[in-house]
């Protein structure tokens, strides 16, 4: 009997393992809309830029043809991206269609994946499982069924974060210049690192951002760009269903307010906890996710990688179990169940971890202004995980 218990104890973390993976598996395949239809759009833009030029990638007429020549059963919809997209996507402009999708959902994925096991310093298990749970979202499955950018996104969120925990804040600000693939998603973060005084990542992100703006110009030109923003006025329908307008049922006056009044809160937090880079890019993220009028389900990707970076950064018990609940609600079990939260109920989630954000960011300035009142030791010492962090 203790044998066997003794068996059941090794074999039970890979009999979860499997169900897990089994539940990724059902629950990615029967998604409703048809696989790589965001991809398609980029491929397609990608191959008008090629032939015709770049300068006529928002010629939505040009990127239909395309769309019909590389899948003539797949639906066409507008190609409503910033230029790297679609440069990105020429890299698989030769493959037919379903070749460079799986190539790039493959590469975007293991992109995604392959950051969450860097970001932190565990043994092979605790990576291992770590990364299975976040790929293991709704958000990142649905991101990856379409073939959306955002992964790259949500990887170079990760990726920063641990450069910045090392103070390596000018290749953290290099590698942020990904979010030009998809700004609407994270646009904050920067500002937050501005305002907790990461400077240096700041200053790197914004000059080495606006030499890809620059070669856009270049490449694409100003008449094209402009199109671009005007045809942005317009988004296809669906765009505004996760939206605070959506969630809470106000109009546009009043959620302008509480839009401002996010970026406010955001920005005054990331100040509190600036001695905490990780919450800092939480902080970003969440309030990006919320005040953004243009976003879809697979955008929320971005929020795996938040609640991985929080779940490292904050140990307690409270917290733990917020963010376990959270991903026990975006778990495929949950989708494949039909009891997954309606679209417009996911911003509740985020205004919930950003109250707490908030809390965090309450505490640790109470703490601070104690500390200043009635010295102890520094703060590096009483930071057990990043000692090289500045106060």
Known sequence: ???????????????????????????????????????????????????????????????????????????????????????????????????????????????????????????????????????????????????????????????????????HEVAAGLVLVLLVLKPNTAFLVPACLLASARLRAFMTWLLASAAVVALAVVTTGVPALVAYVGQLQHPPGGTNALTLEAALGLGWPVTLVLRLAIVGVVLGAAWWLRAVPGLVIVLGVIGSLLITPYIHLADLCLLAAAGWIAWRERARLSWRLLLAASWFVASPLVDISGLAPRQNRWPLLEIGWLVALLVAGWRAGRHRRRDTVNPGPPASLRIQNYPNRRA
């Open 1 to 167: 009997m203790a044998r066997l218990s003794g068996t059941a104890r090794r074999l039970w973390p890979t009999l979860v393992l499997v169900a897990v993976l089994a539940a990724i598996a059902v629950d990615f395949w029967h998604r409703p809309q048809p696989i790589g239809i965001d991809f398609h759009t980029y491929l397609a833009a990608a191959r008008v830029g090629l032939v015709q030029g770049w300068s006529h990638i928002y010629d939505q007429g040009l990127v239909a043809a395309q769309q019909i020549r590389l899948a003539p059963n797949q639906p066409a919809q507008p190609f409503l991206s910033p230029p790297p997209v679609a440069w990105a996507a020429a890299m698989l402009a030769d493959l037919p269609f379903p070749g460079a999708y799986v190539t790039w959902a493959i590469l975007t994925v293991c992109a995604f994946g392959a950051s969450v096991a860097w970001s932190v310093s565990n043994g092979p298990p605790g990576r291992a499982l770590g990364t299975v749970v976040v790929v293991g979202t709704v958000w990142v499955l649905q991101a990856a069924y379409l073939g959306q950018v955002v992964l790259l996104v949500a990887a170079a969120l990760l990726v920063a974060w641990r450069l910045l925990r090392e103070d």
